[in-house]
């Protein structure tokens, strides 16, 4: 069988088999033959990747004869360079970075004639999962549970005869972002009957009758039972949410972020979480690690881990299986699903 698409990998050699398992690749090699090249670009793999002269010339060559190119975490930035140096380039794909990151040169590759396709969505999974707990941590108020694990005799028949936790079902919820993990934390809500309203003003308005969700400002998203914050970082949402979107949290609200901390203004946070009437699960901070002496770390009313929602053992080789579900598309005619379009490209903020 004659493979029909060259697929190149542009990658860091030490983390090729932390993401790439051999099941997918055996499954991508029945439609493409496949190389690797191996690169440790420079730069924050969740930032804006430097161009650098050799390594783009590097990656022009590699690139040269392929119809597809993927690249993650090491690999250079995908310049004009590439795509002029590659006539056969179809897709070219970020198989894990940030999906508002720079890794990829979206308006060269549009000029091209090139798709690009980014499945770094793939640990939606898991952070929608933290996001479902982080909501039902704050709802029973465990955070003030601190006490039992650090060994202190605390009596139950205050708990028992005046339960403060309170349940998830029926409750409104308010997300901040709607996009994949949005859209997977609708689905895990779905058996606790939740209202959900979304602020997002990049989302297709068509997604609240398909998804069951009703749009808002973000003033009117802020005033619900429980609000996740699931907005990315870009210069549109660096402290987006400040003095006044806090204020209009309500008295016993859940408030949760699980996307940047730079998000939230901290200042603004720590002020809010002080007064003691509203409950919060960070996993997100601003700046991070969060620091030693952060108010936060000693507040009975937050709940806090370290930006770990998306880190799962079942994530990360979903990334590159997602990345082949899309080439076995492409390979059968079909349109890949997770395409940087011009809306995509908007919601950055760039």
Known sequence: MTAELK???????GLRDHYISQGDLTRLGTIA?????????????????????????????????????????????????VFAA?????????????????????????????????TT?????????????????????????????????????????????RELTGKTVGLIGFGHIGWRLREFLAPFECPIIAYDPYAPRELADAQRVDFASLATVMGRDVV?????????????????????????AVFVNVSRGSVVDVRALIARAQQGDTWFGLDAHDPEPL???????????????????????????????????ELERLSAGIEPRAQITDRVVAGRGN
């Open 86 to 118: 590659a006539p056969n380039l179809r897709l070219v794909g970020d198989i894990e970075g940030d999906r508002f990151a720079g890794r990829i040169d979206v308006a060269a590759a549009r000029a091209a004639g090139v798709l690009v396709v980014d």
């Open 33 to 81: 033959e496949i190389s690797f090249a191996d690169f440790e670009a420079p730069g924050d793999p969740w930032g804006q990747i430097p161009v650098v002269p050799e390594l783009d010339d590097r990656l022009a060559e590699f690139a040269s004869d392929k119809d597809v190119l993927l690249v993650f975490h090491g690999a250079p930035r995908v310049t004009s360079r």
């Open 121 to 165: 969505h793939a640990s939606s999974w898991p952070v929608a999962e933290w996001a479902l707990a982080l909501m039902l941590i704050g709802l029973r108020q465990n955070a003030r549970f601190r006490e039992i694990i650090a060994g202190h005799d605390m009596s139950q028949s205050e708990y028992r005869t005046r339960p403060p936790g």
């Open 7 to 13: 697929v190149g990998i542009a990658c860091h050699p």
């Open 291 to 325: 620091a030693v002496d952060s108010p936060l770390r000693g507040m009975s009313n937050v709940f806090l881990s370290a930006h770990i929602a998306g880190v799962t053992v079942e994530a990360q080789p979903r990334f590159f299986a997602l990345m082949v579900d």
């Open 228 to 252: 996740v914050c699931l907005a990315p970082a870009t210069p549109h949402t660096t402290g987006m949410i400040g003095e006044a979107e806090l204020a209009l949290l309500r008295e016993g």
